[in-house]
């Protein structure tokens, strides 16, 4: 059974930065594409980051682009997202996604083939 477990959420300043981690366990996901979603309470998950399945191509949203990175460490079968210069509409659930296989892409949400239970992020003015 695949499992996908963030660590790294918490309370930061705006401005500040996270680094958020994914511990994939129960198979490879090497041939998925590997990413992360957000959640603000009564919206729809969003598309943060993806690393593609294909080639390990980033992708990000326009919210996010120059501010987050995403990467990956195979030997310990992690996925990271550095989030930099944060600001207050970050403030989310970031979920650890998979979408494969060979996903070009993470899609949406409803694409999603394994979710991890997420990690609370909270950017203070």
């Known amino acids: 059974q695949v499992q996908l477990v963030e660590s790294g959420g918490g309370l930061v300043q705006a401005g500040g930065s996270l680094s958020l981690s994914c511990a994939i366990s129960?198979?490879?996901?090497?041939?998925?594409?590997i990413g992360w979603f957000r959640q603000v309470a009564g919206k729809e998950r969003e598309g943060v980051s993806c690393?593609?399945?294909?080639?390990?191509?980033?992708d990000y949203a326009d919210a996010v682009k120059g501010r987050f990175t995403i990467s990956s460490d195979s030997a310990k079968n992690t996925v990271y997202l550095q989030m930099n210069n944060l600001k207050p509409e970050d403030t989310a659930t970031y979920y650890c996604?998979?979408?494969?296989?060979?996903?070009?892409?993470?899609?949406?949400?409803?694409?999603?083939?394994?979710w991890g239970k997420g990690t609370l992020v909270t950017v203070s003015t």
């Open positions: 996604v998979a979408v494969g296989p060979y996903a070009r892409d993470c899609h949406g949400a409803n694409d999603v083939d394994y």
């Open positions: 690393l593609s399945a294909i080639d390990r191509d980033t």
């Open positions: 129960g198979r490879t996901l090497s041939n998925y594409a």
